[in-house]
């Protein structure tokens, strides 16, 4: 390796870059992961394990004061301590992290830490020390993104990172956004005492399954100390003591809105910033990069991996793509794609929401032809015997074919019962083969048989 010192440089240890790194050396080439601060990536540290910690504490809390539907009287008041929350949070994140250090330190490729940027040479800097590769895979993470709201400059701003260090909880909350980070923080501090206003600029669910997302509004709206604007738009905002005043239009009405904090929660965008990007003249694509199915930028030796490429932020998917990366990176014959046919996306609500495959603006975009099945699962035997009150499951299968091309659940265990779907679309089976298979009695998993032979009528229709 004349005046290289690797094959591959990986830059970023969060799950999409580490993935690369092992994948790359796994290939054979001599590879080194630059990582910046902590070990352990978005998910681990201030993403999708301190936030379930967190919401498991909150649903529990839901359930156990709203237990008199099932014929349970309570003798004492439960109520939520917020320290012991965040400490147990804490304390599992230190776990997690530990875990994800020992495994990035077992591996064979170089670890180096500081800050790495690309120089007008195209050599990469770190901390002052110049390495050359053959390619590069970018695997920075992302930051959280906010919204122009007039007067937001003005005024203390949480996002979810500093959610992670609240000592406090506050009386009262205003959430802009209803991705998974609004509506799992949203509900969390409402049912820990917090009087929630959740505002969102189109209805919920929508780039997903507006009819669930009806589902989940209502769902929403029964919570005693959830209010929901969606649609709505916070116009201005404005610090009057120790409030914060939110200007709101929702509907035909414009109304003033007074709350402890403000909760942006309006996603995540690519972290690219002060990477010397502008020497490799790359092609942007939103808040990431130009990347094909082999996620090699506009430039043929950088490659890009996870939630920088602004794209699908989510860890199995970052995974996925940073094996890609990593292997192709460092010469795989044949090379790889990235197949994103069972992409999923889960938000931890109470009652969850899951989504694999299709959604039915993508069949319409690509001129699919499909058919929907559905079931309300408070209309199903074990669904009942729990007292669920809300949810939907909906299945789209190939109008001509009967294929499973997506689904879509609210309702209980939804995070796990998608799975289900993900395996019947791995196999590319259709409506009939479904009909085919045993069901065990009473399972939430067997409400699928009402969804499908609902959508056998409408293929036969």
Not at 135 to 156: D, F, W
Not at 159 to 183: C, F, H, N, R, W
Not at 372 to 387: C, D, H, N
Not at 439 to 456: A, F, K, N
């Amino acid at each position: 390796m004349t005046g290289l010192d690797y094959d591959v440089i990986v830059i970023g240890g969060g799950s999409a870059g580490s993935s690369a790194a092992r994948a790359a050396q796994d290939e054979g080439a001599r590879t080194a992961l630059v990582n910046d601060g902590p070990l352990g990536g978005l998910c681990i540290l201030r993403g999708c394990m301190p936030t379930k910690t967190m919401l498991a504490s909150a649903h529990l809390l839901h359930e156990t004061t709203h237990a008199s539907g099932l014929g349970l009287q309570q003798s004492g008041h439960l109520a939520a301590d917020f320290p012991a929350i965040m400490a147990r949070k804490d304390k599992l994140v230190s776990r997690f992290q530990q875990a994800k250090i020992r495994s990035v330190e077992s591996q064979d490729y170089d670890l180096i830490f500081g800050k790495a940027s690309f120089n007008a040479t195209g050599c990469l800097d770190v901390d002052g020390r110049p390495l050359r590769a053959r390619k590069y895979v970018l695997a920075t993470g992302s930051k959280a993104s906010l919204l122009p709201i007039p007067g937001v400059n003005e005024i203390p701003i949480l996002t979810s990172d500093e959610v992670m260090t609240l000592e406090k909880a506050p009386k009262s909350l205003v959430v802009q956004g209803a991705g998974p980070i609004g509506l799992e923080l949203g509900q969390f501090f409402a049912r820990i005492g917090c009087e929630v206003l959740l505002v969102n600029r189109s209805p919920l669910l929508s780039k997903f399954d507006p009819a669930c997302g009806v589902e989940l509004a209502r769902a929403l709206e029964a919570e005693p100390r959830f209010r929901l604007a969606a649609p709505g738009k916070i116009k201005h905002v404005r610090r009057e003591g120790r409030e914060i005043v939110f200007m709101i239009s929702e509907g035909c009405k414009d109304y003033e809105h007074r709350a402890e904090a403000f909760l942006m929660a309006t996603g995540r965008d690519a972290n690219l910033d002060d990477l010397g990007l502008e020497h490799l003249d790359l092609a942007p694509f939103g808040s990431g990069l130009v990347h094909d199915l082999r996620m090699r930028t506009s430039h043929p030796d950088v490659y890009v991996a996870g939630d920088a490429t602004g794209q699908l932020q989510i860890l199995h998917i970052a995974n996925q793509e940073g094996i890609v990366a990593g292997r192709n990176a460092a010469g795989a014959e044949p090379a790889l794609s990235v197949d994103y046919r069972l992409k999923s996306s889960v938000i931890f609500s109470d009652p969850p929401f899951a989504q694999v495959g299709m959604t039915e603006a993508e069949a319409q975009e690509h001129g699919v032809p499909y058919v929907f099945g559905e079931a309300k699962f408070p209309q199903t035997g074990r669904a009942l015997t729990m007292g669920t009150r809300f949810g939907l499951w909906r299945v789209m299968a190939h109008q001509e074919t009967g294929e499973i091309l997506g689904a879509s659940i609210l309702g209980p265990r939804a995070d796990d019962l998608i799975h289900i779907l993900s395996t019947m679309m791995y196999s590319r089976l259709s409506v009939h083969d479904v009909l085919k298979m045993p069901w065990y009695h009473p399972t939430l998993s067997e409400v699928i048989l009402d969804v499908v032979r609902d959508l056998s009528t409408r293929l036969r229709a």
